[in-house]
């Protein structure tokens, strides 16, 4: 059994007895795992590859059903619903929690119909409230000045670190109420890394957070909790600063100390 | 007596020397070819062309009026039936089928029709339209144009559309968008310079088919618009006026040859031109 700390703060997602078996494969890639994630913190997955973090995070907005064949059993309760039922509303699901991808993710259209989209996507179509709230939205991503005088540019011509704001931006602008990180910034350089750390501490205010990442260093500087998995299982989740100065589990200890991973 | 490396540059030049000319003999055909359609075909050119209709031999008075417009409904009717399905089935097995063993099946009968002889999808369409009708008609070229010209389509579009990221897809979805929008709204947009060009390639594929016309439209050597009699085409009229033995029907045979030669090489052109475009992103 897991060592799991107590959380202080509200419960935002709840992970009961999840099992998560990919389409073909003979064993399941998450075993029997049980984790709380507080609401308004960020919580943070670190593990070396392979030991089911990303499959984790990609199970909160059910993102693996893009792909057929794979198969969750036991529950993920968010607002005491069950999210993995089949009867789960999936583009609502996705609405409330949003997702950043690991490279930046900007669709082949203008900066501004990019944060719009998902906006649009919800039907908003007055044009004064939709150029508010794109504003507002690239300002919270701290990007407005950098593109304020090209909102109508193709995005595709920002930097990797402008472009990952952007994408930031675009989640936010929906008003979820949970984000996934997936290791948002392996695919940028030191300086962008450190705006989008600064950003994702903002951002806490509002929602949920929780971030995979290769780093433990940035799992370090930015996140409350930390959970260390280990071949599908969760082994420890603790206060950060706890988990990484006086981990409980010997595997995390060794894990954070570079015996492995 | 030479020395291993002498030996080594004298072979190499050898080899340089005969790719070189090999090269130059490729082009230079490619050259004279087009040279001669240019100095026959330039020569034949004039307003009558475009504003005359066929004539019998020895009437100064001719053009190609009639193939033009043929040409042009056979063509372009082939295009609207053509690109549609073309793209909705490229969409299908991008998108939908994926690996399945439908979709595989597909693109594998999709890439034996993109290598089948002309003539024989000609020879198809003479036998479930042309036969059952008693006649030959315009209909019944466009819908041998339009099979020739489906799998050129369907195949650009599904590897384009398979060249979009899946990332990219996955964040559309992750903002909470339905199917229908990712495909249309994100794919389409990501694929969008390789689908053109796609369509681009698929009509100066079948702009330049004389085999499958001779079997459906025929020939007409009046301006005939309506699709469900003969209709003239740039290439069979072409074809029977280069070999008739009347010297100003080989001209109107020469002028043919150039404007369709053109018409091709600049949809090639265009073509190109994008795609560089993309790439220079």
Known sequence: MATIVDIKEDIALKVKDFEFTY????????????????KNSITALIGPSGCGKTTLLRSFNRIHDLYPGNKYSGEILFHDRNILSPKEDLIGLRIQIGMIFQKPTAFPMSIFDNVAYGMKLQGIKNKTELADRVEK???????????????????????????????????IAVEPEVLLFDEPTSALDPISTTGIEELVVELKERVSIIIVTHNMQQAARVSDYTGFMYLGELIELGNTEELFVNPREKLTEEYITGKFG | MMT???????????????????????????FWILGVLIYNGVDALN????????????????????????????????????????????TYLSEYGQKSRLAETIRD?????????????????????????GHFSGWAGSIALTIIMLPVILRTTDDMLQLVPSTLREAAFALGAPKYKVILQVVYRGAKAGILTGILLGIARVGGETAPLLFTSFNDNFLNTDMMEPMASLTVTMYNYATSPYDDWQKLGWAAAFILSMFILGLNIIGRIIIMKRKGR
């Open chain 2, 47 to 90: 307003m009558n062309i475009f504003t005359l209709e066929g004539a019998p031999p020895g009437y100064a008075q001719s053009g190609l009026k009639h193939a033009l417009i043929g040409q042009l409904y056979l063509v372009g009717i082939a295009t609207v039936i053509g690109v549609p399905l073309g793209i909705l089935a490229g």
């Open chain 1, 23 to 38: 389409a073909g494969a003979p064993a399941p890639s998450i075993k029997k795992l049980n984790m709380p994630i507080a």
């Open chain 2, 4 to 30: 291993h490396t002498q030996k080594r540059k004298l072979i190499n030049n050898i080899v340089m020397a005969l790719s070189t000319l090999s090269a130059l003999i490729g082009i230079g055909f490619l």
């Open chain 2, 109 to 133: 009968i999709s890439d034996i029709m993109m290598s089948a002889p002309s003539i024989v999808i000609g020879a198809f369409v003479y036998a479930i339209v042309v036969a059952p009708m």
């Open chain 1, 137 to 171: 939205a690239l300002q919270d991503a701290a990007i407005w000045k950098e593109v304020k005088d090209r909102l109508k540019h193709d995005a595709n011509g920002l930097s990797g670190g402008q472009q990952q704001r952007l994408c930031i931006a675009r989640a």
